[in-house]
């Protein structure tokens, strides 16, 4: 028996074109302006948030200068980031392309790279071979060398808002056949966190519940289960003083991108949530289940020198900082939950 191999959802609705990008019309019109006018730079430098498409749009661009598939090659800047790698690079640049004006070289996560290697890239990036566009993609360009970044053009993604991420999943699940109204495309597209990727991820482990119609408040049940049991496995580290713990669970949490301000605003909910239970306002809690609700209970009256007033004045005092702290929001997450714990 033949099986048709399954496409995740977030693959298969990957724009494949310019006029499908969505919510980046002033970077879209850029490049599209500079391949008209034929002032086409020789390397790029696309930043923007995980999930908002900088290279779904590197290879739109590649292909929109002229290049076949063969002549667009990806590089993982996380898994192939040292010296040698980058030297296997600068051999490979010289060769022509196959059936191609241009070879375009995207480097993904490329601060990502060593310090050695990101030296060595340096000589080839400012002068390549006429052949040759580089565009090097990232996260967080403030890590990249200022001599590598100072010899791109900088274009930065802007992070979609969650009407465009709602718009896309409204969509893909038309085109699914499946029913999805706009307030439940929002809550979703507002758990993504800025991502189109994440957002269209989430839509897909909802779609895999529901049958022709995904309802709104299974949505508001199953996504903020998924949440809650993160920020309660982090209470409860804190309440039992396990460091070790809350450092497991940041790590994730950062290394899966998600927004630190919002996670940190759902542990204050959770401390005042847990005020509520010291002072027998259970009935006061709202937009949550009853087993999330009995779990707050349980630990609150289990840990009651914890989640008190103190320690919520605590988080809410600190919350500017974290807004404020940007690439290191997590690592003050981090920090405030270990005062806690050891007080």
Known sequence: MKFDRYIALYRKYRPDNFDDVYGQERIVSLLQTQIAQNKISHAYLFCGGRGTGKTTTARIFAK?????????????????????????????????????KYKVYIIDEAHMLTKEAANALLKTLEEPPSHVIFILATTDPQKLPKTISSRCQIISLEEPSVDFISERLLHIAKKEGVGLDEDTAKIIANHGNGSYRDAISLLEQVLVQSDKKIEKEFVKNYLGQVEFDIVYDLVEAICKKDINKIAKIINKEEKDGKDAVKFFDNVILFFRNGLLVRAKEEGLIENISKENKEKIISLTNTHPTIINSQNLLTLLSNH????????????????????????
């Open 64 to 100: 929109a200068v002229g290049c076949n598939d063969e002549d667009i090659i990806e590089i993982d800047g996380a898994s192939n980031r040292g010296i040698d790698e980058i030297r296997e690079l600068r051999e490979a640049v010289r060769t022509a392309p196959f059936s191609s």
């Open 320 to 343: 500017s900082l974290i807004k404020s702290a940007g690439k290191n929001a997590w690592t003050g997450v981090f920090a405030i939950a270990v005062t806690i714990a050891k007080e």
